[in-house]
């Protein structure tokens, strides 16, 4: 018999790492009834950021990835009802730092050969 798990991704919350941190727009921002062995899409969009958004778990059943705009979260093939609930949270990476290259060396100017001195005759 199959048994829905209540709030299997409650709060799909987003994390924010601090003030300034970029906000997060996700599909489902609140309660959601899986069923035992089912499974539920989430879609994440980085709001001022160009960072990778970030999952993690709580509670029973998987998440298919641990990154990516989209992930879709598994539940229990069984009911457990000492575990009835999962939270799913997301957060944004600050995007990787841009690549430094070095500065070439500047151009030396070659000094002028020596003459030797000429000896007068």
């Excluded at 299997?8 to 062995?37: D, M, Q």
């Excluded at 970030?54 to 575990?83: C, M, R, V």
Aim: glycine share 6%; hydrophobic share 40%.
């Amino acid at each position: 018999m199959k048994r829905i798990i209540p709030a299997a991704a409650a709060g799909l919350a987003a994390v924010l790492l601090s003030c300034s941190s970029p906000h997060l727009a996700i599909s489902s921002n609140g309660t959601e009834s899986v069923p035992a062995g089912g499974q539920l899409l989430i879609q994440a969009q980085a709001q001022d950021s160009s960072g990778l958004i970030l999952w993690k778990l709580s509670g029973p059943g998987f998440l298919l990835n641990i990154a990516g705009q989209q992930n879709i979260y598994y539940a229990p093939a069984e009911y457990d009802p000492a575990q009835t609930s999962a939270t799913a949270k997301s957060a944004v990476a600050p995007p990787p730092p841009a690549p430094v290259q070095p500065a070439p060396a500047p151009l030396q100017p070659k000094p002028a050969p020596v003459q030797p001195p000429r000896s007068r005759p």
